[in-house]
Nanobody
Framework: VQLQAYGGGLVQPGGSLRLSCAAS????????VGWFRQAPGKEREFVIA????????FYADSVKGRFTISRDRPKNTVYLQMDFLKPEDAADYYC????????????????????WGQGTEITVSS
């Protein structure tokens, strides 16, 4: 599976942006798909994840109420909708996927994900 993440850019504080993660090679069926981010000088951190076939969406506390994740099955694509963006949201964002259902307590661990897309950069600045 190859993951292609795109949609990054510059946005003002309070603005919105949508990232896309498209899979090629096979469908996301049965996968857990997530987004992580890494700011300069910081560790990679979990943002959000969902089970493609249903059964839960998981959020980092820092993005609850502002970020949502959705699926487009025909396009085999996962979207990360980011609203009310803050300067601290600025980072390189990575989509990740693994071909199984990850249990709730483990979805935030990068080690659970087998496939990774390239990063797409988000800058939040006025």
């Amino acid at each position: 599976v190859q993951l292609q993440a795109y949609g990054g850019g510059l946005v003002q504080p309070g603005g919105s942006l949508r990232l896309s993660c498209a899979a090629s090679g096979r469908t996301f069926s049965g996968y857990t798909v997530g987004w992580f981010r890494q700011a300069p000088g910081k560790e990679r951190e979990f943002v959000i994840a969902t089970r493609w076939s249903g059964g839960g969406t998981f959020y980092a506390d820092s993005v609850k109420g502002r970020f949502t994740i959705s699926r487009d099955r025909p396009k085999n694509t996962v979207y990360l909708q980011m609203d009310f963006l803050k300067p601290e949201d600025a980072a390189d964002y990575y989509c990740a996927a693994t071909p199984r259902t990850v249990i709730a307590g483990m979805v935030s661990r990068a080690s659970e994900y087998v496939y990774w897309g390239q990063g797409t950069e988000i800058t939040v600045s006025s």
